[in-house]
């Protein structure tokens, strides 16, 4: 059987008898069993039949799974891409606020953005994640559901009706640290689930990289009162919405849609490393 055809997504034994009903008159079904081959563990072998792993599982694909796993079979589609597409929006347009293009300096046409794009429709494909379960699927609840949150949370300090900003009318500066804190707590975040994604692809490393020196720059940019710092934090920003709607785009085209389906780089795996070294 070529490479190139259509496998199951599920690595398993399974029966012969799965595929052809035994009518009795057969010789009894043997199993067919699934080994790893090859000097790097390339290979998938299946029954008679040989594999790359890469055709059988990817770090990502636009699952946002953080681990080398095949894609779980669920009935409710896939949240990722419009959860990314969500965030990516927001801060490609915050972003270049910051960076302060087109000489833009008040951001507050992004508060719609942040409350409909990046908070509700993010928090929602982080509740779909739930649903889907699975590893990819938990770890899209945690991720999708928290920066919705933090979104629907960094909206409303613009809004009058919270009365945020009028609790510091009389020390502006004050505000500026209190954004600058706040977005500490995100640092950590953000640093926790990019530790996460050391054992999936460059683009989904590279993606959630980006996002916590944007976000580092962030609170830096607003603890320091530097508006320098600040579009520092818009340019990054901005490098890292790109990067994301590759993601994006790798859960959304398939070869029924897109002539061009972008292939993942798997991160090498440091653990076989160090044991060869021990």
């Known amino acids: 059987m070529s490479t190139s055809e259509s496998i199951s997504s599920e690595i398993k034994p399974y029966l ?15 199993h067919r069993t699934c080994s790893i081959a090859g000097d790097g563990g ?5 029954g008679d039949h040989k594999y790359y792993r890469h055709e059988l599982m990817q770090a990502f ?6 681990g080398l796993a095949p894609y779980p079979k669920h009935g409710f589609g896939n949240p990722a891409p419009i959860g990314m597409i969500a965030t990516c929006m927001n801060i490609l347009v915050l972003g270049l606020y910051f960076a302060r293009a087109k000489g833009i300096e008040t951001t507050n046409v992004a508060v719609s953005l942040c409350m ?27 991720v999708f ?20 900003q009028e609790a510091y009318a009389d ?24 530790v996460c994604t050391w054992k999936s692809t460059v683009s989904l490393a590279w993606a959630l990289g980006t996002l916590d020196l944007t976000i580092i720059l962030f609170a830096a940019g607003f603890l320091l009162d530097s508006v320098t710092v600040r579009k520092a934090a818009g340019i990054v920003g901005v490098i890292h919405a790109f990067s994301g709607w590759y993601e994006a785009f790798s859960g959304t085209c398939s070869p029924t849609n897109s002539y061009w389906v972008p292939k993942e780089i798997p991160l090498p795996d440091f653990s076989k490393m160090l044991k060869r070294k021990k």
């Open 42 to 46: 390339e290979f998938v072998i299946i």
């Open 171 to 194: 020390d502006p500066a004050q505000l500026n640290q209190a954004i600058g804190l706040m977005s500490v707590g995100w640092v950590i975040f953000t640093t926790m689930i990019f």
């Open 145 to 164: 559901t928290s920066y919705g949150a933090f979104w629907f949370s960094f909206g409303a300090v613009f809004i009058p009706a919270f009365g945020i």
């Open 61 to 66: 694909g636009g699952a946002l799974n953080p």
């Open 116 to 142: 409909f794009m990046g908070g509700l429709v993010q928090y929602l494909a982080g509740i779909w994640g739930f649903f889907v379960g699975s590893q990819a699927g938990a770890f899209t609840f945690i």
């Open 16 to 30: 012969a008898a799965e595929q052809l009903e035994y009518t009795g008159t057969q010789p009894e079904p043997a």
